[in-house]
Structure formats: structure tokens, C-alpha cells
């Protein structure tokens, strides 16, 4: 494959998102060199196949700061000035308070574009690094007056070539999207979450899938969260006002729940939630995944998935997704397969006359 | 397979945990009899083999009600009345409020337990029923003073039939509990997704999958939700105003983000996020989900899922859980293999000598 990045890239803190954009640059042949604050973290980031260490001579032409959102403006100025032909980038969840002070600081903003990869995992760490964490996920480019074009593109064809979808935007358009997309419902989740820190076991043996999905990212790190929402605060605070009226009327309408109205109010925050749930791109950036699916029942033993997925093969058609739900105690797994509408009925067809058990 | 359950079941209300239930008793060759409001939806139930009609003669020894929690107390009074050998139990995820109505309708106490099996899909209907719906999740059986000993045991056999597990406790706890675990979730959920209604587009596509998981359930049924909520309000309310409470603190703590004292308030939020979620049991009961992830990259093409399972199956190697991301323009896959971690090293050694490409 060719790269379209052109030149050595330069990785400044290789944790999850450093090493990950290493291993996908290196799969390309980029020349990557890397760096960290310790010495251990950029050792493994290397062995893993990331890059290497910066040695005397290196032509920089991209450095990205992957470093957290409280040293970031430091450390992006610093590579503004270390590697004057360099263009520069960082990958934090936050833009406008980092581009404020990287302005304070007297930098050629000429050169920066800031960068918000929209992706991520729970475990973080160079060993969570993955060269595909990027592809098909959102990336924001930050676009000021001051950027020129030429930085613009060096940004924009990084993304590409990490497999992610570019998207221009300002600082400020970003810090306002990211408060509603990702920071109130990481503040949220970790608020549900809290109401369980104290619950008694009892309540919490009867958590199903929804309690489970709801506070998922509450496990997220509390370090980093913090200086994310705190930078963000400005733009935060409506949302998250916003819904704390929301809540206030629910809380009233279960006050007064048998008087007139209240329950009329009460159903229209639930259809709210219909609608806005609606609104979310698909899965994978279209508005609906067009996806149908089809449940099979398989026996709990080695070979079984491998069979049926090898007959779906067989028959020429091509699986978008798979789930696997497979329940303790029981003798038989429910596989659900995704597949375009236009091969649900010979899915179905194919799956029964090879004798497999469909459900639902 | 024998089942513990004796007699005719009569299941009322043939929705997706009607036919759901139908489905596996008749699977176990448990007499079944089917009633539906709706005759077009009891036909599809009985075609799809989750019972038969009610039929002249017929001896019911168990009632199952499985209709909305605004109908359940009249339709479990009126079984009690017309069936009056059998023991009566409902299924919906409210039980005070139904047990003091069937209370003042007079209807005979020590026949009736309340059950609240932990279960269900986000589509409804009897086409989403399956017959392994309930395997492996908690079965509240609400007991209280009146209700005999004999009854309690028809119910908790029931619900060892259906592969779940019972759990005694008064129709009160289960309120306390569920307002937690359950009810607060959801409307937390769909005010959440409510701020999503009214957002522009541009925000929303930065959606990951954070926002997707804290807002999934939002999109359930607001007319079954408004009934389940309202009918619990009084133990919903405590919940809620606590989570105000705390979110009130949040917005102080963000409005004084430069005030001493601020940050460590939110960053105390956060870790009482990831104390409340670590005392989740795990998916299947247990505390911690012991298997051990390992990560493949494979060609997007017919048949390459069936080819890594069979090796794996060949290998004499159980998956317990998998995953697929299939991200659209890649042209690979990730597959996310879970196994007993005692299995993981023999797993990454079977694939790597196959030819595999492991990810993170």
C-alpha cells in the first residue's frame, strides 16, 4: 500500500493512541520515530512495531502529540520550536483551551492543526495499540484563520491513511459537538454508575444488559476524564444544565403522578428519547444500519460456529456482522448473524435446509 | 428433558415473553394453552409453537399473565376467579402496586406469586419470543406473608424450567431493587438521548460508542415505560433526587472549575463511577467475566470467519464469546475471540502458526 503521508512522522507519547497510529503509519512504510516521557512506555511502543526512537539527523516533517489534554499545549509549542519545518498535531478530546494556550504561548499556529481521532477502547497502553483502532471512525481536523492549507493537508492525509474520515471544524464547533456527544454522556454514566457504589448486593444480582450499557464508560479513568471535562467546562455546562431541568420536571411528574398532565409529561421525555436516539448516525457513519438479522441456535461445543459459518461461506454469502450470546448453564448459544437484506432469504433458506435451528 | 413443571400452563398476554415462556415449556412437552386480546396474535404464537388454544375441559394448574403492568392486577384477579385450582403468577417489572390492587379486588393471596423474570429484547412480539429467553438470568418470585409455601415452589420450578434462577424477595424490595437497577437507567437513558432531539447533525456525527451504549434503551417502548415508571414512582423518586443532587454538585464543581476544591469534587464523581461499576455482578452472574480476549484481523470475504473457527474448532479450542467489527471501506475485519483464560496461550499459538494476524 502507499502511504500518502510523505516524510518522517513523529510520535510523542505512545500510549493506546500513539502506538496505534505507529503500528498503522509503519504498516504503510512511513519512517515513525517515537518518544515518551518514560523510557519503558517507549521501549515496548517500539518492540511492538510502532517505530523507533529519535536519533541525530532525523528530518521530522509531522509531529503528533498524543499526550494527555494538561501537557498537551506544552508539548505541541515545544515541538513547534524543535522542529521548525515540522507541521504539528495532537489527538486530545478537547481543542479550544489547548489552541488558547498554545496561542498564549506565542507559537506559528501556521503549523498546528489540532486533531481529535473519534476513537478509543477502555484498556489503554501501548499493548492496546491496534493499527486499525482509526478506520471508519470520525476524525476532527481544527481549523482556524491562521492554519495554513498545506498544514491542513498534511493532517487530512494522515487520517486517510490511518483509514479514518476527516472532518473539518473548528475548535470551538468541536468542543461544542464532543460536550453533547462524549462529555455529557461520560458524566452521566459515571453519575448512574455512583448510585451503585453504595447499593446493596442484593439489588444489584437483578442488573441486566440495560444498567450494563448505561454506565459502560463510567469504568473509564477517572485522571483523564477530568482534565477533559474541567477543559471543556464552558461548553459542558449547558447540556448538562439543560438536563438537569429535564429532570427536574420528570422528578415532578412522579411527584404528582396522579394528577392531570403529569403523566402526559412524562411520556413525552420518554418519546423524546425515542427521537433523539433516532437521530444518531449508524453504526458505522449511515443513518440506519441496513442490516437484517437472522438468530441461529448452535450447541455449545468446539466446532459448531465454525461449521455453520463455514456452510453461510459455502453458499456464497458474505456475513456484515456477528454476535455470539452464549449463556452459562445452557447447552446452546444463539449466533446472530447480519447480513444485507437482499441474502436474508437465502440466509434463512440455506440455514434451513442444512438443519439449523432458527430462533425469534 | 423432563420438566419440573406439572399440569397445563395457561400463559395470558402471548407478547415476546408469552410466547417466549410457551415456547419452552412446550419444548420440555409441557401442555400449553395460549390467550391473547388479540386473536390475530394468539394464531401467530400457537403457529410459531408456543401452545394451543383454551379448550373446553381443559385443567389448568398454572396461569402466567403477560400483559402490560396497567391490565396485570384485573387479569391476575379475574384467573384467580376463573381458574381456581391453579396458581397464578404475572411477569411484569412492577409488583407492589399490583399486588395491592389484586389485594382490593379481594382475590385469594395465597394463589398468586408475583414474578419479575429479568429478560427481554429491545423488539417486542411474539416473533421475538425464544424459547431460551430466560436462561441464565434472574426470576424474581415475590412473595409475601399469605402467599403459600406450595405456591412459591410452582413458581420457582417454572423458573428453573425456563433456565432461569429464582430469587426470593418481597414485592416491595424488588420495587427498591429495580428502581435502581432498572427504572433509573432507562429514564436517565432517554434524557439523555432526549438532548440528542433537537441537536444538529454535524454534532452528531461525531457519535462513538459511548453515547451509543448510554442511550440504547432510550429507544424502548414509552407507552409499556410510562406505565412502569409511574406505577414505581415512589421508589424511583429517592433514586432520582440523589442523582440530581450529584448532579447538581457536578455543575458547581464545573461553574468554579479554577476554585480550589472543584477539581477534586468532580474527580471524586468519576471515581465513584468506577466503584459503582465494578460492583456489577458480571454477564452471567459471576464478578468478574474470567475470559481471557484475543484479537484476529481477517479479509473482509465469504467464508474467512468460518475458516479461523474451524482451525480453532479443530484445535479441540471452545470460544465463549466473539465479536465482530466490521468496519465499512476496510478491508479487514476484527474478530475479538473470548476463551478461558487456562486456553488463551494455546489460542494465540494455534493462529499464529496458521497464518493469522492478531491485533493489539
Redesign the interface.
Known amino acids: 500500500m502507499n502511504a500518502r503521508t510523505s516524510g518522517q512522522v513523529h510520535i510523542i507519547g505512545t500510549g493506546l493512541l500513539g502506538t496505534s497510529i505507529g503500528l498503522a503509519l509503519r504498516n504503510l512504510g512511513v519512517e515513525v520515530s517515537l518518544e515518551d516521557s518514560s523510557p519503558a512506555v517507549v521501549a515496548l511502543a517500539s518492540d511492538f512495531g510502532a517505530g523507533r526512537t529519535l536519533e541525530p539527523g532525523d528530518n521530522v516533517s509531522l509531529v503528533v502529540a498524543c499526550v494527555p489534554p494538561d501537557v498537551a499545549a506544552e508539548t505541541i509549542s515545544s515541538a513547534l520550536s524543535r522542529f521548525p519545518e515540522a507541521v504539528v498535531t495532537d489527538v486530545a478530546s478537547v481543542k479550544s483551551s489547548i489552541l488558547k494556550e498554545v496561542l498564549n504561548n506565542g507559537s506559528d499556529l501556521t503549523r498546528y492543526v489540532g486533531s481529535h481521532p ?3 477502547r477502555e484498556k489503554g497502553g501501548a ?6 483502532l482509526f ?4 476524525w ?1 481536523v481544527a481549523v482556524e484563520n491562521e492554519t495554513s492549507l498545506e498544514s491542513i493537508r498534511v493532517i487530512e492525509q494522515l487520517a486517510l491513511d490511518l ?1 479514518a474520515t476527516p ?1 473539518r ?1 473548528t475548535a470551538q ?1 468541536h468542543d ?3 460536550a ?3 462529555h ?14 453504595d ?2 448486593d ?7 444488559q ?11 479513568d ?2 483523564l ?2 482534565q477533559i ?2 477543559a471543556n ?1 464552558h461548553e ?2 449547558p ?6 431541568t ?3 420536571g ?2 415532578t411528574s ?2 404528582q ?1 396522579s394528577s392531570a398532565g403529569s ?1 402526559a409529561r ?2 413525552k ?13 449508524g ?4 443513518r440506519n444500519t441496513p442490516y437484517a438479522q437472522v ?1 441461529v ?1 448452535i450447541d ?15 453458499a ?9 450470546d ?5 447447552q ?1 448459544g ?1 449466533v446472530e448473524l447480519s447480513v444485507l437484506p437482499a441474502i436474508e432469504a437465502k440466509l434463512v433458506e440455506t440455514l434451513k435446509s442444512n438443519g439449523w435451528r432458527l ?2
Chains 1, 2 share one sequence.
Open positions: 473519534m476513537a478509543g499493548l492496546s495499540g491496534r493499527p486499525d478506520v471508519g471512525r470520525p476532527v483509514g472532518i471544524m464547533e461544542h459537538a464532543v453533547l456527544i462524549s455529557a454522556p461520560q458524566i452521566i454514566s459515571s453519575l448512574l454508575a455512583g448510585r451503585l457504589a447499593a446493596d442484593s439489588d444489584l444480582a437483578l442488573a441486566g440495560g444498567v450494563r450499557d448505561t454506565t459502560r464508560i463510567a469504568a473509564s477517572p485522571k476524564w477530568l471535562l474541567s467546562a459542558l455546562l447540556v448538562l444544565k439543560g438536563f438537569a429535564d429532570l427536574a420528570v422528578i412522579l411527584e403522578v403523566l412524562l411520556g421525555t420518554l418519546e423524546a428519547g425515542n427521537q433523539g436516539i433516532s437521530r444518531l448516525p453504526k458505522h457513519g449511515s438468530v441456535m455449545d461445543k468446539p466446532g459448531e460456529l465454525a461449521r455453520l459459518l463455514n456452510e453461510v461461506g459455502a456464497g454469502l458474505n456475513i456484515e456482522d456477528l454476535n455470539l452464549h449463556a452459562t448453564g445452557a446452546v444463539l430462533a425469534g
